[in-house]
Nanobody, 126 residues
Framework: QEQLVESGGGLVQPGGSLRLSCVAS????????IAWIRQAPGKERECVAS????????YYGESVKGRFTMFRDNAKSTITLQMNSLKTEDTAVYYC???????????????????WGQGTQVTVSS
């Protein structure tokens, strides 16, 4: 059964850093692009970053470009989001999600992702 499990969320002050991890199982992780998608209260879901199944191609949303870095270790079935220079507007529940096409590219469309983790809360506040 396909499963993604996130960890690493928490409370951090503005300007701080957090590292989110996603462990995938139940499918060939190295054949799928993975995304980090967030949802803040009262807002639509937003794809903040995605990475190709090869680990070579990445996408970053404009709101996080230059601050967030996504990478993956297929041997460990782990996908990581390093978040630096955090802002209050980064507060949201963060989900990792699997692209719905095997060997598909790292898209920015939320609807392109079919299996999601349970989410981890990130709160940026002083």
């Amino acid at each position: 059964q396909e499963q993604l499990v996130e960890s690493g969320g928490g409370l951090v002050q503005p300007g701080g850093s957090l590292r989110l991890s996603c462990v995938a199982s139940g499918f060939d992780v190295d054949s799928y692009s993975i995304a980090w998608i967030r949802q803040a209260p009262g807002k639509e879901r937003e794809c903040v970053a995605s990475i190709a199944w090869t680990g070579i191609t990445e996408y970053y949303g404009e709101s996080v470009k230059g601050r967030f870095t996504m990478f993956r270790d297929n041997a460990k079935s782990t996908i990581t989001l390093q978040m630096n220079s955090l802002k209050t507007e980064d507060t949201a529940v963060y989900y990792c999600a699997r692209n719905n096409r095997e060997f598909g590219g790292p898209t920015a469309k939320v609807d392109d992702y079919d299996y999601w983790g349970q989410g981890t809360q990130v709160t940026v506040s002083s």
